[in-house]
């Protein structure tokens, strides 16, 4: 490939790659998929052991191929997630090139250079499929820890015995991942401090059905990013936060306080010897339920408004509440820290500008204003699950016919050239109509 051409280059071969692959294998495309290290890399290297997805086996849907086991309703771990990508590529032999990382992007004249650990390629099109988790977040209050104090950040967290057992652990952030590793300590008999922010959460069943499964039949799922109020705020709020584990179940910070998890505000500040959290505790957990609360009642409405016969089930009622604001840690007493803190984007081997102030691509459903380049697999990039298993089959369909049309508008431009009759020429807009 060192010094090649393709018709398409996709950037990324985790499941967004592979479900742009398969819909360009479809339309007779010439194209490559570069993935910097293997299938299923992000799912294999990058989840603690006892990781399982937190939506249903029955969400797992690529182009021409879904989920096919005996436990729709269950929840994959993490090597399962991994074999079902390796069978999904097996399926359709993407023209994949594993272990080449692109470090270099950018236009020049009619097409894209692309500079590769295997060389240079050009490409008329370009899919960066690489999504929006790039670098782990670790705020600068890390640097404030006693450098006794083992810190890792969530994707290097794998079991408790990562973490020395003579002391106990704080867990700083409460989404999905927050949550499920606080869980993994607590069960494992650890004592946690959890660092509580502000991330919602959602009851894992209600009614007799799985949440996510009610949600879906509401038509929640099919709601662009742009029916909501604001499309950018929407697109950096936290997910809800319940788990797969076990078969799946809700998390209750408050039940794991009340079985002596001991549960902070946010972190504010750290010295040699002591932790400080916020006065927000109470708030922060009041908040998580009543979105759950509220999706309970959409259901509800949603029930009533179809006749639809579902068993009536009794409303959450906290078990613990909060007494006197958090009291400080004192440090000594804490031998490991996880930064459950999220994750930067990193767009810098972009040289491409549409990019907004914050580093955010800005696009149309995936198509930018540079003509040939798009984006796929982003969180909320069109519904909630663009960035998912559950959405980006759909996201990757638009661009693939995004990109054939680009293609047969050059193919006439080329044509029109070649016979000396002047052709119409398109503003960016029109590429991303």
């Not at 006892?50 to 086996?57: G, I």
């Not at 640097?143 to 079991?159: A, C």
């Not at 209600?206 to 990013?225: F, I, N, P, Q």
Request: overall charge negative; proline content about 5%; aromatic content about 10%.
């Amino acid at each position: 490939m060192s010094n090649g051409h393709v018709s398409v280059a996709v950037i990324g071969g985790g499941q967004a790659g592979l479900a742009m692959s398969w819909h360009l294998r479809q339309n007779g495309t010439d194209h490559v998929v570069f993935e910097r290290d293997r299938i299923g890399h992000e799912w294999r290297d990058r989840r603690w052991d006892s990781f399982c997805l937190v939506t249903p086996n029955w969400q797992c849907r690529l182009p021409g191929y879904a989920y096919s086991g005996d436990d729709p309703d269950g929840f994959m771990a993490g090597s399962e997630v991994v074999a079902f990508l390796e069978k999904y590529a097996a399926s359709f032999d993407p023209p994949l090139r594993e272990g080449v990382q692109v470090s270099r992007l950018r236009r020049t004249g009619n097409a894209f250079e692309l500079l590769t650990s295997d060389g240079r390629v050009t490409a008329d099109q370009v899919v960066i499929a690489t999504g929006g988790y790039h670098r782990p977040a670790m705020p600068r209050l890390a640097e404030k820890f006693p450098s006794g104090v083992v810190q890792l950040h969530s994707s290097q967290y794998r079991n408790p015995e990562q973490l020395p057992s003579d002391g106990d652990v704080l867990v700083v952030g409460t989404g999905q991942s927050g949550c499920q590793i606080a869980e993994d300590l607590h069960l494992a008999g650890r004592r946690v401090h959890l660092a509580v922010g502000s991330a919602p959460r959602a009851a894992r069943r209600y009614r007799g059905r799985d949440t996510l499964a009610w949600l879906e039949e509401m038509g929640h799922y099919d709601k662009s990013v742009h029916e909501f109020g604001d499309a950018d705020e929407v697109r950096l709020r936290a997910n809800h936060y319940m788990t797969g584990r076990d078969g799946g179940r809700d998390i209750d910070l408050r039940l794991f306080a009340q079985q002596g998890m001991q549960l902070h505000g946010r972190l504010l500040s750290v010295d040699d010897t002591t932790a400080t959290f916020g006065d927000d505790l109470a708030r922060n957990l009041d908040n998580a339920d009543a979105v759950a609360e509220g999706i309970k009642d959409a259901i509800d409405a949603y029930v009533e408004g179809t006749g639809l016969d579902a068993p009536a089930e009794k409303r959450y009622e906290p078990v613990w509440t909060p007494g006197v604001p958090s009291p400080a840690l004192d440090l000594a007493d804490v031998a490991g820290v996880v930064w459950a803190t999220g994750f930067h984007r990193d767009h810098r081997w972009i040289e491409v500008p549409v990019f907004d102030g914050r580093g955010y691509p800005t696009h149309d459903r995936g198509v930018t204003s540079c003509p040939g380049l798009y984006f796929l697999g982003l969180p909320w990039q069109h519904t909630w699950g663009s960035g998912r298993f559950a959405g980006v089959a759909r996201d990757a369909e638009h661009l693939a016919g995004q990109i054939a049309r680009a293609r047969r508008r050059r193919v006439t431009e080329d044509v029109s050239w070649l016979a000396g009759t002047p052709t119409e020429t398109y503003p960016d807009l029109e590429w991303a109509a």
